[in-house]
């Protein structure tokens, strides 16, 4: 089985470690990596901010900014072609999806999915309180503030956001829409701050199902994120095991992602998730 590291960051991040992807990738190959996936959070709508409320750094630091997508598509072109002969190297955008703003993402897919291979679609703003945008993995006050004190429980809260994975599944996005998944139950980041339910109820596992039966329709892939289980309230994996599973009778692709800010997170939990991913 070809080893492969599926979500990656860069210094183009400004929420991350600021290490340069020449470094990153330099670990992996270390590592025994084949295959490694650039995937940047690509930038957000300049209108959203019109629709987010919270702390400020939610919304400044969650993507690149515009004017950063020249030189990043650069590095990484670069990076491709000097290390050909060691790791093949995809590149891509980790990419929002904001129900509001579904054309606009069609149009920056249009325009930058040409020069990419790897795309991963991801939420991480759900609507809460004011019926503004709140970001789900920034701060334990925004979290409470703004979504967890708008719901009479976790389940509540995992429905809203099953329900705008589903759409994004189901999203027109056009021919170079994402064809991965990201990290489909980053709603429980903070589950054992707030004591989250760890388990889903019987609604909430509809929505799994048929979120994993549009992925397996489509012909998608599913992204198998280590990075909850170092997170300080996770302490899971993202998805949970439970989905892993069914995930696996359907025979969805899933692809072991660190999610790496910085050198030190590449490849960590690798051995871990490519166990649950076999049969």
């Known amino acids: 089985m070809m080893k492969r590291e599926g979500h990656t960051h860069t210094e183009f991040c400004p929420h991350g470690s600021g290490e340069d992807v020449e470094l990153m990738i330099q670990r992996a190959i270390q590592l025994g990596f084949d295959e490694y996936s650039i995937t940047e959070h690509a930038p957000l709508p300049a209108d959203f901010a019109d629709l987010y409320e919270g702390q400020p750094t939610g919304l ?91 719901v009479n429980s976790s389940e509540t809260l995992y429905q809203f956001y099953f329900k705008q994975v589903l759409d994004s599944v189901q999203a027109d996005l056009g021919q170079y829409a994402p064809n991965r998944i990201g990290h489909i139950t980053l709603i429980k980041k903070f589950q054992d701050y707030f004591h989250l339910d760890s388990a889903f109820s019987i609604s909430g596992q509809r929505l799994i199902n048929e979120i994993l039966l549009n992925i397996k329709e489509q012909g998608r892939q599913l992204d198998l994120n280590s990075s909850g289980l170092y997170k300080a309230y996770c302490n899971e994996q993202y998805p949970s095991l439970s989905i892993i599973k069914t995930a696996k009778l359907l025979k969805i692709p899933m692809v072991y992602g660190s999610d790496a800010h910085s050198i030190a997170e590449v490849g960590r939990g690798y051995h871990c998730m490519a166990a649950m991913a076999v049969n």
């Open 60 to 150: 400044s630091d969650a993507s690149m900014a515009a004017s950063d997508l020249p030189a990043y598509l650069k590095k990484a072109k670069q990076m491709r072609q000097k290390y050909a002969d060691q790791i093949r190297i995809h590149i891509g955008f980790e990419v929002d999806f904001l129900p509001e703003f579904t054309d606009w993402t069609r149009r920056f897919l249009d325009e930058y999915g040409p020069q990419t291979d790897d795309n991963l679609l991801s939420v991480h703003f759900l609507k809460g309180r004011d019926n503004c945008y709140w970001c789900v993995d920034d701060t334990l006050t925004d979290f409470e503030d703004g979504l967890l004190s708008q």
